[in-house]
């Protein structure tokens, strides 16, 4: 598997050195798209990226899976991403209507250059929040556990996600678990052994603190629990185990700032970020501002750039009349030097994708 993905990675590379030219001229007439303009100007065509990327974090429609894979094979070429990874969405077994990822894997297996699939937010994920609730995470519990992960690995995800420590009411229920639970040092060791990574939706939250405002209670909680600490010792459980925390600019509590994921990325060198930024709902800590990149965030992408890849939890297929969030990324995208969009575009994929062989990851400068 990671012969195939460096061979992938060097043909992106030649193939977006073919039309840098084109698309920079492209970007020029088309003008930057307005940060968190929300509705797509008629008049205003989306700018593709100047070199090629590749799509880290999607989502599908579970009762359309051939609409959604139409949607992203289509937009590939509009956003000159070059491949796209589809997630299951994290849930509970309290919700009607949860799938994984078998629903979309025989479409998208029919495009092994172009899509890939993570799973487990459908199955392992509700076994967390199942066991957080009950207490139970003994020797049965856990066994079964591993029997769905290794389950979820025959049939061909390359990778374990959405998975939740701390996610808000929305298209899924509340939920929380503690990032240390047994069984997600469970799913570390697992990963690690098969050397795919695990992608975790975790809002970031220090110390204990009151729903921030804006946010409903119900259906979310009135006080969060702190996270951060024990996400530290799930990286640390297994330094093998290459853990995605997903959603960097895309901030619910104002917590998740370029500070907090420096002191991380310094601390674990097997924690890895991608990159989100929403038009249409901006957050806290947002990376862009009159659609330029803040300098203290450039500076972080610039200080580790082998540890951020681009997720924009696009929604294929693409919802209509609206601007779409792979815009807002590729403006930002669009902004960072070359060296450095070749390395967040395809080459740390590669790296973290890169099966048991890959080797561990570099660390950032402490500037």
């Known amino acids: 598997?990671?012969?195939?993905?460096?061979?992938?990675?060097?043909?992106?590379?030649?193939?977006?050195?073919?039309?840098?030219?084109?698309l920079a001229a492209r970007v020029l007439i088309a003008?930057?798209?307005?940060?968190?303009?929300?509705?797509m100007s008629t008049e205003t065509e989306p700018v593709p990226a100047l070199t090629p990327y590749v799509e880290a974090h999607t989502h599908f429609d579970d009762k359309d899976p051939e609409g959604s894979v139409r949607s992203a094979l289509a937009a590939l070429g509009r956003q000159n991403a070059s491949k796209i990874f589809f997630l299951t969405l994290p849930d509970t077994f309290d919700r009607s209507g949860s799938f994984d990822a078998e629903v979309m894997l025989p479409t998208a297996k029919k495009y092994p250059d172009k899509l890939a699939v993570l799973g487990g937010g459908g199955s392992l994920n509700p076994m967390i929040m199942k066991s957080v609730a009950t207490g139970d995470a003994g020797p049965e519990v856990q066994k079964?556990?591993?029997?769905?992960?290794?389950?979820?690995?025959?049939?061909g995800v390359v990778g374990f996600g959405e998975m939740t420590a701390e996610h808000f009411d929305g298209a899924t229920p509340y939920q929380y678990a503690p990032a240390d639970h047994p069984l997600f040092l469970l799913l570390a060791d697992i990963a690690a052994q098969h050397g795919v990574p695990i992608d975790l939706h975790m809002e970031a939250v220090p110390e204990a603190m009151p729903l921030p405002a804006g946010l409903k209670s119900p259906p979310n909680p009135p006080e969060l629990h702190a996270n951060i600490a024990a996400f530290e010792r799930l990286l640390s459980h297994n330094p093998r185990a290459r853990i995605i925390w997903a959603h960097a600019g895309s901030d619910g509590t104002g917590f998740r700032t370029p500070d907090l994921c420096r002191r991380l990325l310094l601390a674990h060198p097997?924690?890895?970020?991608?990159?989100?930024?929403?038009?249409?709902?901006?957050?806290?800590n947002y990376p862009l501002a009159d659609g330029k990149i803040k300098p203290e965030w450039l500076k972080l992408f610039e200080d580790f750039p082998d540890r951020f890849i681009?997720?924009?939890?696009?929604?294929?297929?693409?919802?209509?009349?609206?601007?779409?969030?792979?815009?807002?990324?590729?403006?930002?995208?669009?902004?960072?030097?070359?060296?450095?969009?070749?390395?967040?575009g395809t080459e740390n994929i590669?790296?973290?994708?890169?099966?048991?062989?890959?080797?561990?990851?570099?660390?950032?400068?402490?500037?």
């Open 1 to 22: 598997m990671k012969r195939s993905l460096e061979k992938f990675v060097k043909a992106v590379a030649l193939s977006g050195t073919a039309i840098v030219a084109v």
């Open 310 to 344: 681009i997720g924009t939890d696009q929604h294929y297929p693409e919802p209509k009349d609206q601007q779409q969030r792979w815009q807002e990324i590729v403006l930002l995208f669009n902004q960072l030097p070359a060296d450095l969009r070749r390395k967040i």
């Open 270 to 284: 097997n924690l890895y970020m991608e990159i989100k930024a929403d038009p249409l709902t901006h957050g806290k």
């Open 31 to 39: 003008g930057q798209p307005q940060s968190g303009a929300g509705k």
């Open 144 to 155: 079964k556990f591993r029997e769905r992960a290794e389950e979820l690995l025959r049939e």
């Open 350 to 367: 590669a790296h973290i994708y890169g099966g048991p062989s890959a080797s561990s990851a570099k660390g950032g400068k402490a500037l």
